[in-house]
């Protein structure tokens, strides 16, 4: 049993990773698919008086989402070394904060679940990615996410000097 536990989390990174991994090259290539979803998005948006935010050089570009996944995507694996598990948990933090976002944007907004006729697998990709992802960050991976995150804290916390050596 203690062999699965172990691995356990190993795989669900492996799953996200490849999820990330073969989204980007949608995203990077400018693929039609990926035009029809951000453009949908930024139709949205702009409706709302705010303009080109899921544009090519918005804030949240395809581009701009793109290297937040492939990051994800980096620190998980990553994270499959022994000492580097903290990374695993930065990268399902990543991972969740993406994906929460994805679909919450397939659910509240005129996107929908099946924007490219696929019969929402894009969708459920993006469920089961936030799905293991809060596997991760609330269970098999919360002690490495607090001690990634004091790590991340002690970056900014001042020094006796004023200054980090």
Same mark, same amino acid.
């Given at each position: 049993?203690?062999?699965?536990?172990?691995?356990?989390?190993?795989?669900?990174?492996?799953?996200?990773?490849?999820?990330?991994?073969?989204?980007?090259?949608?995203?990077?290539?400018?693929?039609?698919?990926?035009?029809?979803?951000?453009?949908? *998005?930024? +139709?949205? /948006?702009?409706?709302?008086?705010?303009?080109? @935010?899921?544009?090519?050089? !918005? =804030?949240?570009?395809?581009?701009?989402?793109?290297?937040?996944?492939?990051?994800?995507?980096?620190?998980?694996?990553?994270?499959?070394?022994?000492?580097?598990?903290?990374?695993?948990?930065?990268?399902?933090?990543?991972?969740?904060?993406?994906?929460?976002?994805?679909?919450?944007?397939?659910?509240?907004?005129?996107?929908?679940?099946?924007?490219?006729?696929?019969?929402?697998? *894009?969708? +459920?990709? /993006?469920?089961?990615?936030?799905?293991?992802? @809060?596997?991760?960050?609330? !269970? =098999?991976?919360?002690?490495?996410?607090?001690?990634?995150?004091?790590?991340?804290?002690?970056?900014?916390?001042?020094?006796?000097?004023?200054?980090?050596?």
């Amino acid at each position: 049993m203690s062999f699965v536990r172990k691995l356990t989390p190993h795989a669900l990174a492996g799953f996200m990773a490849v999820i990330f991994l073969d989204s980007l090259r949608f995203k990077f290539t400018d693929h039609p698919k990926t035009q029809v979803i951000f453009g949908a *998005l930024d +139709a949205w /948006a702009g409706s709302l008086g705010l303009e080109g @935010l899921f544009g090519h050089t !918005g =804030l949240f570009s395809q581009y701009v989402i793109g290297s937040v996944e492939l990051l994800a995507a980096a620190l998980l694996i990553a994270g499959m070394a022994p000492r580097m598990q903290r990374l695993q948990a930065a990268g399902s933090l990543a991972a969740f904060l993406v994906m929460a976002g994805a679909v919450s944007f397939h659910l509240f907004t005129p996107l929908g679940i099946d924007p490219n006729h696929d019969g929402a697998g *894009l969708f +459920a990709a /993006a469920c089961a990615n936030l799905a293991f992802s @809060l596997v991760m960050i609330l !269970g =098999l991976r919360r002690r490495e996410l607090a001690q990634f995150a004091q790590a991340f804290a002690a970056l900014f916390a001042p020094t006796a000097h004023g200054y980090r050596a």
